[in-house]
């Protein structure tokens, strides 16, 4: 009997142990879990569902007809439109991302001088924009740049020259839209370039002053290629941004022309303002598909620059 | 009922703050527990959707109290995000409130879906017929009026606002009845218009759309035919509407009345005419309040149109068919009407009211006219009806556009209707 006891209890043991293993397992898939099971829900799911809904044609209210690739012919051969906004993206992206980072790292640079006074006061200011909401800058930027009652072109008519039709023309718009983006994110990544400057160890430069170095060769033989992968990520960072614009030209206006006309903000109208969901999702994917495409050659040109 | 300015804002807040809204109707479907009052178990909770600017919140009051037993909770959003929160509250079946308002700019794209509402008709609607204006009703109804989707709130019976001191200047009459009389037809206003702007540098308007979209509205059919057919290439009332707004570009100020400029306009007495709907003058008060007693409002060219006005429809998802049919019947009865009227709400769709001393006397310090009322009583009564159809909307805003690049000097005419309608042609076989 005492030995049939000492076998149960044995086994029980044995069971326990397993036990306890396969809780502690569980646990862990439990504490990581609520990211998989909101990645499944809002990034998953929406994922195969956009590629599913794009071979249909669908209002939402009616029926889901099945068209095949029909919807992605379409965006190929019959759709300039959507290829007019590739481009309107690409040029508001290019005209507000190099001379926001140019003009951030000047700041930066500048901020991180020695001899200034009252830096936090300078740090906090050059950031706050970036906290502002973004409609009520595109509010005031586009009663700044008014054809008829906008303070910009009063401006530019005080010095002489004539007015800036911004609503009514390809540059006009572009400029406008980039303005509001360069000043909401120039503060962004000056705190960026900020904080990497300060990793740049003091002695290089008090090397480089002893070897009669002035501020402009400083900047650019020593700064710059020790910010280099501070600036991939800030390229990298803006490209995403860039990429994703919509909410400044959603307020500022598209134009007749459509030269305000971002992609997504086109995908937009697609869905919510003519309920075209079938065809919002083949542009969803072919967005898909050109921010890889664009990441590609970001990775090709940075692992070049990391190289140099 | 529309708030152009709101629109994109509006759009753009939706984006952000759907989710929040779905999540907060999700719980209104069983919020019958936190109701504090009279705990009675057969007290029937209506969830309603609204934008601001029906001025419903006191008769709601009131009729909760007149109807013990019915609670109404009131939610209200943005223009857009009301129809968008909508329609994906339709489509995904759960979500819906027992009451929603559709706009009419987006009532047909509802109709052509009518199971997700209940078929007031089957409430009893047919007795609702009488009462409301003939236009109003052939737009809540399908063809063979068997069919209603909800019950009419307001319209914006369209006039034309004009500044008569800047048409004294320019030689032209001031008083409102020889306006109309000197404008009767869209030509003698845009001759007006020339002789004005020579006169005294102002503008006739504000741009080519909202002129364009004026002329349109006064007839149809406009884009589509009645069964679907596109036909803005053809549609006669479209080249009329299009040919007249293109050859009144040199007095045209060129200002879109969707952003802070045409406020700055108004208030500069850049454009001498404004066409609107009664809800609208608040726009010119706020916007230039200088300009008081400036101002003189007559009848438009060739008649009126309609802007704006909506429908208080019942979701097929909602449980209380019956009280929430007695309730909008209520609110949108000629008395009520009346009421939400008075109290600076929208232009009542009950021609019954329309004699009633409140209307016939109303006066406003801000405009010459001492009869406004009558004169929006009588542009009410001559709306025509006219089908428009899902994508109206979307086509609209493509010649709106297209007018635009004309108006920057960056299209010419042909180049303009012929991109307008490519690019038609392609959104509406998506």
């Known amino acids: 009997m005492t030995n049939n006891i000492a076998v149960k209890q044995e086994k029980r043991n044995k069971v326990k142990v397993y036990n306890q293993k ?8 439990l504490f990581i879990s609520p990211f998989f099971i909101l990645f499944g829900i809002f990034g998953v799911f929406p994922l195969i569902f956009t590629a599913f809904l794009s071979l249909h044609r669908w209002d939402i209210l009616g029926t889901r007809e099945f068209i095949g690739f029909e919807n992605y012919i379409n965006l190929f051969v019959n759709d300039p439109l959507f290829w007019k906004t590739l481009g309107n993206t690409i040029s508001i992206w290019l005209m507000s991302t190099i001379p926001q980072l140019i003009i951030a790292l000047m700041i930066a640079f500048f901020l991180n001088q020695a001899f200034l006074k009252g830096k936090t006061l300078f740090r906090l200011g050059i950031f ?3 906290v502002t909401s973004v409609v009520a800058v595109g509010i005031v930027f586009s009663a700044m740049f008014g054809t008829q009652f906008g303070v910009i072109n009063y401006v530019i008519n005080l010095v002489g020259l004539d007015s800036i039709n911004w609503k ?6 572009h400029v406008a839209i980039a303005a509001m983006v360069l000043w909401r994110w120039v503060g962004y990544n000056t705190i960026i370039y900020l904080a990497g400057l300060q990793s740049i160890s003091k002695d290089i430069y008090e090397a480089s002053t002893i070897d009669g170095a002035n501020k402009f060769q400083q900047l650019i033989y020593i700064t710059i290629p020790m910010l280099r992968p501070i600036i991939i990520f800030t390229v990298i960072q803006s490209t995403i941004g860039g990429l994703q614009l919509f909410a400044e030209p959603l307020i500022f206006g598209e134009g007749g022309n459509y030269q305000g006309l971002t992609m997504t903000l086109y995908l937009y109208q697609e869905a919510f303002t003519r309920f075209s969901f079938g065809y919002a999702a083949a542009i969803a994917w072919m967005i898909f598909f050109i921010i890889i495409i664009i990441s590609l050659v970001n990775l090709f040109i940075s692992q070049r620059i990391k190289s140099a | 009922m529309r708030e152009l300015k709101r629109m994109k804002m509006g759009a753009l807040v939706g984006v952000t703050v759907m989710g929040m809204a779905l999540a907060g109707c999700a719980d209104t479907g069983s919020s019958n527990g936190n109701n504090e009052s009279g705990n009675n178990s057969e007290d029937v909770e209506l969830t309603m959707w609204l934008w601001p600017g029906f001025g419903l919140e006191n008769l709601l009051k009131e009729y909760e109290e007149n109807n013990p037993g019915i609670k109404v909770n009131l939610q209200e959003a943005e223009y857009a995000d009301i129809h968008q929160n909508l329609i994906t509250a339709l489509a995904a079946g759960s979500g819906a409130p027992d009451i929603s308002g559709i706009d009419e700019g987006y009532l047909d794209r509802f109709m052509e879906n009518p199971d997700h509402f209940h078929n007031l008709m089957d409430l009893g609607g047919e007795e609702l017929k009488d009462q409301y204006l003939d236009f109003k009703w052939q737009q809540g109804t399908n063809a063979d009026e068997s069919f209603l989707i909800g019950v009419p709130t307001d319209v914006g019976p369209m006039v034309m606002a004009y500044r008569a001191d800047i048409f004294e200047e320019a030689g032209l009459p001031t ?8 404008m009767g037809t869209w030509e003698e206003y845009i001759e007006a218009g020339k002789q004005l702007q020579e006169e005294t540098g102002s503008f006739m308007f504000n741009n080519l759309s909202d002129l364009y979209t004026a002329i349109l509205e006064q007839g149809s059919p406009q884009y589509f035919e009645d069964d679907g057919t596109f036909i803005a290439g053809e549609s006669e009332r479209n080249q009329y509407a299009w040919d007249l707004a293109t050859s009144a570009v040199d007095i045209s100020a060129g200002i879109d009345r969707s952003t802070t400029e045409w406020g700055a306009g108004v208030a500069a007495g850049e454009f001498a005419t404004v066409f609107l709907p009664p809800w609208m003058l608040q726009n010119i008060k706020n ?10 409002i007559t009848n438009m060219p060739e008649g009126s149109g309609n802007f704006g006005g909506s429908f208080l429809s019942i979701p097929s998802e909602s449980d209380h068919p019956e009280e929430a049919y007695d309730l909008v019947t209520w609110l949108m009865a000629p008395e009520q009407q009346l009421r939400i009227f008075e109290e600076n709400g929208p232009f009542p769709s009950t021609p019954e009211v329309y004699d009633d001393p409140a209307i016939q006397e109303l006066q406003d310090d801000f405009f010459l006219r001492d009869d406004l009322g009558a004169l929006y009583a009588e542009a009410a009564e001559e709306i025509v009806y ?7 909307e ?3 805003t493509l010649f709106r556009d297209a007018l635009q690049t004309i108006e920057d000097g960056t299209n010419s005419k042909e180049e303009a209707w012929n991109g307008a309608m490519e690019e038609a042609e392609r959104q509406i076989n998506r």
């Open chain 1, 22 to 29: 396969k809780t502690d397992r569980n646990t862990g898939w």
């Open chain 2, 386 to 392: 006219g089908y428009k159809g899902s994508l109206h």
């Open chain 2, 394 to 396: 979307p086509v609209g």
């Open chain 1, 128 to 130: 706050v924009p970036n």
């Open chain 2, 287 to 296: 916007d230039a309040p200088d300009t008081s007693g400036l101002w003189n």
């Open chain 2, 175 to 182: 008083d409102p009845d020889e306006v109309a009389e000197k």
């Open chain 1, 168 to 173: 009514g023309s390809y540059l006009g718009t």
